[in-house]
């Protein structure tokens, strides 16, 4: 079941088999400062790079980030659907994912990185046999969509450190 805006119902789990997902305190207080600092990088790469999207129609990049928005939280919904249910929140200008799924690590590893790598690398690698038009809107679905997978990118290299066996649910994780 998916539950839009709003919040899944608590699960109960034993927190003494649990462990925070993002073990230290100061970096979880912290987590979203370093999520805004990696989307000013993403941001000012095209800037670096000398790639401009201003050729195009503003309407139509408006367009193409929203149809890319969907795509990729369709792509998390897709790993994780018939797991548990779900639910899409948001906080400010960022929408988040919930599930009540316990998760392997291999599954929320690709939750967490397929949306990046269908959108983002895949693409990249693609707009080195295209040009023009093409390529600038490639690279721009490239671009707004590792904006929106920073958490994501993140998250994908704290689960890779978690140990073999680890499963997930609700920001906690446990060895099997």
Not at 70 to 76: D, G, K, P, R, S
Request: charged share 10%; glycine share 4%; aromatic share 18%.
């Amino acid at each position: 079941m998916i539950i839009w805006f709003r919040h899944l119902p608590q699960k109960s789990m034993d927190l003494s088999k649990w462990t925070p997902f993002i073990q230290n305190d100061w970096y979880r207080k912290h987590y979203m400062k370093f999520v805004y600092l990696l989307q000013i990088i993403i941001f000012l790469i095209p800037y670096f790079i000398g790639t401009g999207f201003t050729h195009i129609n503003i309407l139509s990049l408006v367009i193409i980030g929203l149809l890319v928005f969907v795509v990729h939280e369709c792509l998390h919904i897709f790993v994780i659907n018939k797991k548990g249910d779900i639910s899409l929140t948001f906080s400010g200008i960022f929408f988040w994912l919930h599930t009540n799924a316990i998760l392997s690590k291999t599954r929320f590893l690709v939750f967490m990185s397929l949306p990046f790598i269908v959108l983002s690398v895949v693409p990249g690698m693609m707009s080195f046999y295209v040009s023009g038009n093409i390529k600038s809107i490639i690279l721009f679905v490239c671009w707004i969509n590792s904006l929106i997978s920073s958490s994501d990118i993140i998250n994908a290299f704290l689960i890779a450190i978690k140990p073999k066996n680890s499963v997930f649910c609700r920001g906690y994780y446990r060895v099997k």
